[in-house]
């Protein structure tokens, strides 16, 4: 169970599409997509492409230079 005041961190150069809901104590990682309508329910890495409900990782995005 997660305490009440849990923070979420969203890292740099985030995209989080419309309609998402981040749950309370979540971290995205750097350079991360969050597609249209996702439930993010738990931590996504950096450099991915995330969906669904709950999200999950769809795609591995190279690494930024």
Same mark, same amino acid.
């Given at each position: 169970?997660?305490?009440?005041? *849990?923070?979420?961190?969203?890292?740099?150069?985030?995209?989080?599409?419309?309609?998402?809901? =981040?749950?309370?104590? =979540?971290?995205?990682?750097?350079?991360?997509? +969050? *597609? *249209?309508?996702?439930? =993010?329910?738990?931590? +996504?890495?950096?450099? =991915? +492409?995330?969906?669904?409900?709950?999200?999950?990782?769809?795609?591995?995005?190279?690494?930024?230079?």
């Amino acid at each position: 169970m997660l305490p009440k005041d *849990a923070d979420v961190t969203i890292g740099r150069n985030v995209w989080i599409c419309t309609q998402c809901i =981040v749950l309370k104590g =979540v971290t995205i990682g750097d350079n991360s997509i +969050i *597609a *249209a309508g996702s439930v =993010v329910t738990k931590d +996504i890495p950096s450099n =991915v +492409i995330a969906g669904g409900t709950p999200a999950k990782i769809i795609k591995q995005l190279g690494a930024q230079k």
